[in-house]
Each structure stands twice: as structure tokens, then as C-alpha cells.
């Protein structure tokens, strides 16, 4: 009995020694997969402004779209007062790469007593005349014009007025005033319709595609860009 209880433990201690060693060995990868840091995860990517459609100002809201011919009504706001106007526009032609109208040229010239002048425009553009029509729909005398208010839109590239584009549709209202059809360039009170006429120069070869008309007092303010209406040219 003593030689087989010593035999029997002397067996044992073996065993216990190999089933530590495989505890040991099966614990290692099972807290190494525990720890490992897990993947970072992709950052989502940062949400994308609304592009704006294709003439109207990047970030304006436009408050409708139109196309040449169609009216639609503008109320202008204004930051330091409570009033506002209130306009029934709508786009009546687009005229490029002809020379100023000799009417309205001779008629300027002659209120001052210069020779009639044949404006040309910058080296390598055209003139573009815009001719649209004003009614004033709000409730008071108001005064308007395309100087600041309107773009002339080439694809996505607008062009404003210039200094001396703005003096060029000056004579153009002048002309029109004379012949007894008064344009809000000189005010309209409530009800009344005129004729208003924007000057652009886009480059010789390119074809105007909009407008953008804006529903304030300048295309961009102080407060920023504002919202307006893109008007769609007939083709």
C-alpha cells in the first residue's frame, strides 16, 4: 500500500504540471484578443452644401424660376425700415452683340450737347441689352433699377453692371421718359408700368442662359447674399 500510494503520486504531480502549462498556454491568445484596440472607425464624411442651380448665387435661396416672358413678383425689403416694395417683373428680350441703340445714344448726346458717341465695349465682350417691364404692385411710390439688382448669366459666371454700363441704361431711361413711357429708374407709384433696360458685357462668342433678378436691394448685402429669382432665357 505505501509503494503504490507513492508510485500513484509521483504519477499525479506530472499530470498537474501539463495541464497547467496547457491552461497557461490556451489563457495567453484569449486575453491578447481582448485587449487589442479595436479599429478606428471611418469618419463619416461632412455633410455637402447644397449646390445652387446653375446662375443664381452660391448660398442664395431661390424664391422661384422662370422663364423669358413670365412674370413674377419681387417683394424688396429693406434692413433699416419696416417698408417694403413690391414689383411685378418680367423679362421681355435679351439682345447681344448689337450696337447701342442710336436713338437713345443721339438722345443723350444732344441733352448735353456732345456729338452722338458709338459706345464700344471692353476689348474681347459684346454688349448685351436686357429689356423688361416693371409694374409696381406694392403700396407706395417706388424706385428701381438693374444696377447692383440684376446679373446676366453666362452658365454659372454672372456679370453686373459696370460704372459705365449703368450710365449706358441711364440714357436708355432717360430716352424712354421722353417718349412718354416712364420707367421706375424715375419711380412709379401703385399700379403704374414702365420700361427698364440693364447693360451687360459678356465675351464675344458666349450665349446669355439666365438672369438672376434679386428680391432686395443688392445682389449681396451687409447681411449677405439674397434670395432671388433665376430666370430661364428662351433659346
Given at each position: 500500500?505505501d509503494?503504490?500510494?507513492?508510485v500513484?503520486r509521483?504519477?499525479?504531480a506530472?499530470?498537474?504540471?501539463?495541464?497547467m502549462?496547457a491552461c497557461s498556454?490556451?489563457?495567453?491568445p484569449a486575453?491578447?484578443?481582448?485587449?487589442?484596440a479595436p479599429?478606428?472607425?471611418t469618419?463619416s464624411s461632412?455633410?455637402?452644401a447644397?449646390s445652387?442651380?446653375?446662375?443664381?448665387?452660391?448660398?442664395?435661396?431661390?424664391?422661384?424660376t422662370?422663364?423669358t416672358?413670365?412674370p413674377?413678383t419681387a417683394t424688396?425689403t429693406f434692413?433699416?425700415?419696416?417698408n417694403?416694395?413690391r414689383w411685378?417683373?418680367?423679362?421681355?428680350s435679351?439682345?447681344?452683340?448689337k450696337?447701342?441703340d442710336s436713338?437713345v445714344m443721339a438722345?443723350a448726346a444732344?441733352?448735353?450737347?456732345?456729338?452722338?458717341?458709338t459706345?464700344?465695349?471692353?476689348?474681347g465682350k459684346?454688349?448685351?441689352?436686357?429689356?423688361?417691364?416693371?409694374?409696381?404692385?406694392g403700396?407706395?411710390e417706388?424706385?428701381w433699377n438693374a444696377?447692383?439688382?440684376?446679373?446676366l448669366n453666362?452658365?454659372?459666371?454672372?456679370y453686373?453692371?459696370?460704372?459705365?454700363?449703368?450710365?449706358?441704361a441711364?440714357?436708355?431711361a432717360?430716352?424712354?421718359n421722353?417718349k412718354?413711357?416712364v420707367?421706375p429708374?424715375?419711380g412709379?407709384?401703385?399700379?403704374s408700368?414702365?420700361?427698364v433696360?440693364?447693360i451687360?458685357?459678356?465675351?464675344?462668342?458666349?450665349?446669355p442662359?439666365?438672369?438672376?433678378?434679386?428680391?432686395s436691394?443688392?445682389?449681396?448685402t451687409?447681411?449677405?447674399?439674397?434670395?432671388?429669382y433665376?430666370?430661364?432665357l428662351?433659346r
Amino acid at each position: 500500500m505505501d509503494v503504490l500510494l507513492k508510485v500513484s503520486r509521483t504519477v499525479t504531480a506530472p499530470v498537474l504540471l501539463l495541464l497547467m502549462a496547457a491552461c497557461s498556454d490556451n489563457s495567453g491568445p484569449a486575453t491578447s484578443e481582448g485587449t487589442t484596440a479595436p479599429t478606428n472607425p471611418t469618419p463619416s464624411s461632412a455633410p455637402t452644401a447644397p449646390s445652387a442651380p446653375e446662375g443664381a448665387p452660391l448660398g442664395a435661396e431661390v424664391l422661384g424660376t422662370v422663364h423669358t416672358g413670365e412674370p413674377f413678383t419681387a417683394t424688396i425689403t429693406f434692413r433699416d425700415t419696416a417698408n417694403e416694395e413690391r414689383w411685378r417683373f418680367t423679362v421681355r428680350s435679351v439682345t447681344c452683340g448689337k450696337p447701342l441703340d442710336s436713338a437713345v445714344m443721339a438722345y443723350a448726346a444732344d441733352s448735353v450737347g456732345a456729338p452722338t458717341p458709338t459706345p464700344t465695349p471692353e476689348a474681347g465682350k459684346r454688349f448685351c441689352v436686357v429689356a423688361m417691364d416693371a409694374l409696381n404692385v406694392g403700396k407706395r411710390e417706388a424706385v428701381w433699377n438693374a444696377d447692383s439688382t440684376v446679373s446676366l448669366n453666362v452658365g454659372d459666371t454672372r456679370y453686373t453692371q459696370s460704372q459705365k454700363d449703368s450710365d449706358y441704361a441711364s440714357d436708355y431711361a432717360q430716352y424712354f421718359n421722353s417718349k412718354g413711357q416712364v420707367g421706375p429708374t424715375f419711380g412709379l407709384n401703385p399700379g403704374s408700368r414702365g420700361p427698364v433696360h440693364g447693360i451687360f458685357q459678356i465675351p464675344t462668342g458666349q450665349q446669355p442662359t439666365s438672369i438672376w433678378v434679386t428680391s432686395s436691394t443688392a445682389i449681396t448685402t451687409v447681411d449677405g447674399v439674397q434670395p432671388g429669382y433665376l430666370v430661364l432665357l428662351n433659346r
